[in-house]
């Protein structure tokens, strides 16, 4: 599972290489959100030092995307499906999944907007005297 933070650099590691068909490749993320089925398709800049046992990106949730650097706009928190393609290593990366070599990975993307769940404390009217209380 990815976890992606809202509004903040996400450092995501996952084993690409493994199933790769290429031995040069680039890779091609796409979210899906599983309730609005938005769609975002985009690039990230491998950043292992040991890509034959895991690969890590740097996946940025922010106001404004560059889809060729990781930095994406996520309009919903809550649950996401992502797949990860391979891609012929091109200058840029096609972000068209028809033009990908292989699927590589599928799974799930958990949003997280500290905003949206932030606690709420119910204060009251300050009003007693026409208070009930349950006594079932």
Do not use: C
């Not at 119910?122 to 007693?128: A, K, P, Q, S, V």
Request: charged share 15%; net charge negative.
């Amino acid at each position: 599972m990815i976890y992606i933070t809202k509004g903040q650099a996400n450092t995501v590691v996952l084993t690409l290489n493994e199933k790769a068909t290429a031995t040069a490749h680039d890779w091609l993320f796409e979210f899906v959100n599983d309730v609005t089925g938005q769609t975002v398709a985009f690039t990230a800049f491998e950043q292992s030092n040991s890509t034959s046992r895991y690969n890590m990106f740097t996946i940025t949730e922010s106001t404004t995307q560059n889809l060729y650097n990781g930095t994406i706009t996520l309009s919903d928190a809550g649950f996401w499906t992502y797949t990860v393609f391979e891609m012929a290593q091109t200058s840029p990366v096609s972000l068209v999944k028809a033009n990908a070599l292989a699927t590589v990975e599928t799974g799930k993307v958990w949003v997280y907007d500290s905003t949206a769940n932030a606690k709420t404390v119910f204060i009251g009217d300050g009003n007693t005297k026409n208070s009930t209380t349950f006594k079932g």
